[in-house]
């Protein structure tokens, strides 16, 4: 047994000495766990962490001690079987992950349900469960119809109180939106009682959009005093999060957390991978990661740079298949932080992919479903793909290969998008726009889409 200790306390100082901080320091930021987690379900199996690949990292929750695993599940993509989200989510738990992120309006409204059931399998105190306040559609405005949704997160997750709760994607619309949707009507106020009740544990907000939103509601947080903060940060986003075919009008992610970070405020991290975008490089920024790291995947490496930051809480996956479950979880047991150089590295190609005519979706699904029957992500998704890989046939129409590629552009296209979820469906009529929390000009891009596939 004294081996055995001795094992694992050297293991502890080599992982202290890799992220270049000192024993009470680093313990402030994360913990460690190097026990074997073991519990039992509500029906009696017993669940036992594997621990060939090491230990989960966890931070510690500013002001509780509680310890979230830095790989949060983000449950927005689970599969539509609720016996492979039970796989998952026992998995997960099993492994050291814990914190669970929901929304009543994810999978058109079933996703808390299928989450609750889930995770009602387990003992409460072994998760975190976070969801929303999803009130965006303005017939949801009304403080009856907030407060409804509200009360139904709770029968939908089965739980008596929730660990963190979000005023969901605030800064799309403004300051008029905001205040229609959570002031004027009393909610906010509400919300504020029910944590001081404890039915909600934590109380803070995500953001998309307007940053004079996300300023207004951080230079008033005496006033409201927000637990967390969830933005999206990526090492694209940190400098690049409105460059060409991005975000309009939104800050970088660096402004983001440092305004965060000077106010103690801890961050949950959506799109760490930018909808998958960064786990699918080109061959000559593979090649350079390749060489630097030769056993990590870009997914890895973009996890690696989220985690990196002290100021993350946790860093959510939208993790529908069990290989990416597992995969993940390796990367965050434990965590191997970015060194200099790596970040340096990381510079460089996140300069030169805000250069590429990329679309700035995260494939959330926000816009959908079309009532056209556009798959906008879908699309969206394949262009992003063909500009990564090199095989957009633009922007030189004059190239000796132009038509060659053309063609074979054209060909893959009509392969993977079915007739009728074409661009060429798109009607113009805007309502994806007031969805998408990236405001992209959704229909200007399947203009575009429509020009290069054309026939000629």
């Not at 009470?24 to 594997?50: H, M």
């Not at 109380?203 to 004079?212: P, Q, R």
Request: glycine share 8%; with cysteine; net charge positive.
């Amino acid at each position: 047994m004294k081996n055995n200790k001795d094992n694992h306390e050297m293991n502890r100082r080599q992982f202290l000495s890799r992220l270049g901080l000192g024993s009470a320091t680093a313990f402030s930021l994360l913990t460690i766990n190097a026990s074997t987690l073991r519990f039992k379900r509500e029906d009696g199996e017993t669940i036992q962490a594997a621990a060939e690949n090491g230990a989960m990292t966890y931070r510690v929750q500013n002001g509780t001690g509680e310890k979230i695993s830095l790989l949060g599940f983000g449950m927005m993509r689970l599969p539509r079987e609720q016996e492979k989200v039970n796989e998952l989510v026992d998995y997960a738990l099993a492994h050291g992950i814990n914190y669970f992120d929901t929304a009543p309006i994810y999978s058109g409204g079933t996703n808390e349900t299928t989450t609750g059931l889930a995770l009602s399998r387990h003992p409460r105190d072994k998760y975190y469960v976070a969801t929303k306040m999803s009130n965006q559609n303005e017939g949801l405005w009304s403080f009856e119809k907030s407060k409804e949704m509200y009360e139904n997160s709770f029968r939908a997750l089965k739980v008596d109180y929730i660990d963190y709760y979000l005023l969901h994607s605030v800064g799309g619309g403004g300051i008029d939106n905001l205040k229609a949707r959570f002031l004027d009507n009393g909610l906010l106020d509400f919300l504020l009682e029910e944590r001081k009740a404890r039915r909600i544990r934590h109380l803070g907000f995500s953001y998309h959009g307007d940053v004079k939103v996300f300023d207004w509601l951080l230079d008033h947080h005496v006033q409201y005093h927000w637990d967390f903060v969830q933005i999206q940060m990526n090492y694209l986003d940190w400098k690049h999060a409105g460059g060409r075919g991005r975000r309009r009008g939104d800050a970088n992610a660096e402004y983001l957390y440092g305004r965060l970070e000077k106010l103690g405020i801890q961050c949950v991290i959506m799109e760490p991978l930018r909808g998958g975008g960064l786990a699918k490089v080109s061959d000559d920024i593979l090649q350079q990661m390749t060489r630097a790291r030769k056993d990590d995947t870009p997914a890895r490496w973009g996890f690696r740079w989220v985690g990196s930051h002290p100021g993350v809480l946790t860093a959510l996956s939208g993790m529908n298949q069990m290989e990416h479950l597992k995969e993940n979880i390796e990367t965050f047991s434990p965590l191997s932080p970015c060194t200099t150089v790596e970040n340096e590295l990381l510079a460089r190609i996140a300069d030169k992919m805000s250069g590429l005519p990329t679309i700035g979706c995260t494939t959330c699904a926000y816009c959908m479903p079309c009532k056209y029957g556009v798959d906008i992500p879908g699309n969206f998704a394949f262009y992003n793909k063909a500009v990564t890989e090199g095989r957009l046939p633009l922007p030189d129409s004059s190239a000796p290969d132009f038509e060659e590629k053309r063609k074979a552009y054209l060909e893959a296209y009509r392969a993977a998008i079915p007739a009728d979820a074409r661009a060429t469906k798109c009607q113009d009529c805007g309502e994806c726009l007031k969805k998408c929390p990236q405001q992209l000009p959704i229909p200007t891009h399947m203009s575009n889409l429509v020009e290069m596939t054309r026939k000629k």
